[in-house]
């Protein structure tokens, strides 16, 4: 899971699934510009519209239980920072998450 991801790219992840495609992107586009039945009828057409799936819906702020600060991050400039600093912020304000 991603922290900055949207309710839809769940939904698209999980059509994805079922629809047996590697990348959920163009599905939650899709979703966007309003074509669930386009998608509906797809899933009929390849017998995977009853399939059903497990989604843990509990949300569990990991951040709280954090105490002495987050891991050691990777070298500045690369992806992998941006991503370790992005994780260590609230994705609303910016601000980074408290430790205990």
Do not use: M
């Not at 699934?17 to 966007?32: P, V």
């Not at 899933?43 to 954090?66: E, G, M, P, S």
Request: glycine share 6%; proline share 5%.
């Amino acid at each position: 899971h991603d922290w900055q991801n949207l309710f839809s790219h769940l939904v698209a992840a999980v059509l994805a699934d079922a629809l047996d495609q590697e990348e959920y992107g163009e599905l939650a586009l899709r979703l966007a510009q309003g074509h669930a039945g386009a998608i509906q009828q797809e899933l009929r057409a390849q017998k995977v519209d009853k399939r059903r799936y497990w989604i843990c819906a509990f949300c569990v702020n990991q951040h709280a239980t954090i105490c002495a600060g987050f891991a050691p991050p990777p070298p500045e400039g690369t992806p992998e920072y941006w991503r370790w600093d992005a994780n260590r912020r609230d994705s609303v304000t910016g601000e980074l998450h408290w430790t205990c």
